[in-house]
């Protein structure tokens, strides 16, 4: 169906769901070109071909459109996580599993990842607490912010694996931090150098988990 405005234009109707995720995806394109503090509500109305008011029915502010597309971005992290953590039962390929889940995933939704790591989020009133990375560790707490049960989920194997003796004796929520900063490092390099005369991706993301794997894997344990 489709509606013309008084001003002559014509807006077509989506069903609720695929309206939230039209916002969303426009959204985040001007979020990630012209930066949060510069996208208002009206431009994102105007470039999704509704109006503001319209908006207003799907989310209360700008706040609350950000962390929409950040929690639809850890869900699809969490999911992927959780399907590495059910289907390897063995502790070491099970972690090379989560690692290289996130960086494929970072890989394969380069517009969000560059919008919630690698984008300033100064102006947005609350955003700060919002995106910790600490906190419940519960996928069933849908209110929850899920970047923090995201990364829950890494630090928790970390210390189950560290508690085994699978890993170096060390803090788990240091050890989670450092895995992370070095799989974002990567995605991040990958995603705003894509054109640079890389080795094979798949070569780059194995030896660099290679590495890292080396220094927190308890001696003896990695294979030669």
């Known amino acids: ?23 969303l995806a426009v959204a985040r394109d001007l979020f990630v070109a012209d930066g949060l503090e510069r996208t208002s509500l009206r431009r994102i109305a105007t470039a999704a071909g509704i109006t503001p008011t319209a908006i207003y029915g799907h989310f209360a502010d700008k706040e609350a459109l950000f962390f929409a597309i950040g929690q639809d971005f850890f869900q699809g992290l969490i999911d992927r996580i959780m399907a590495v953590a059910t289907s390897i039962a063995e502790p070491l390929p099970r972690l090379r599993g989560l690692m290289t889940a996130y960086v494929r995933f970072g890989l394969e939704h380069p517009q969000e990842y560059r919008l919630i790591f690698m984008t300033p ?76 005369d890389w080795t094979p991706v798949d070569s780059l993301i194995e030896t660099a988990i290679d590495r890292i794997l080396f220094g927190v894997v308890a001696p003896g344990l990695l294979p030669d």
């Open 121 to 196: 989020h100064g102006g947005i009133v609350g955003l700060d607490s919002k995106v910790s990375h600490r906190g419940p560790t519960e996928p069933a707490e849908q209110n929850l912010n899920k970047g923090a049960i995201a990364f829950g989920l890494l630090e928790a194997e970390i210390a189950s694996l560290t508690n085994a003796g699978v890993l170096r004796p060390g803090n788990s929520a240091t050890v989670a931090e450092v895995i992370w900063a070095a799989g974002h490092g990567l995605v991040a390099l990958l995603i705003t150098h894509g054109e640079f």
């Open 1 to 23: 169906m489709a509606a013309k405005s008084t001003s002559g234009v014509t807006r077509v109707r989506l069903p609720a769901a695929a309206r939230r995720a039209q916002i």
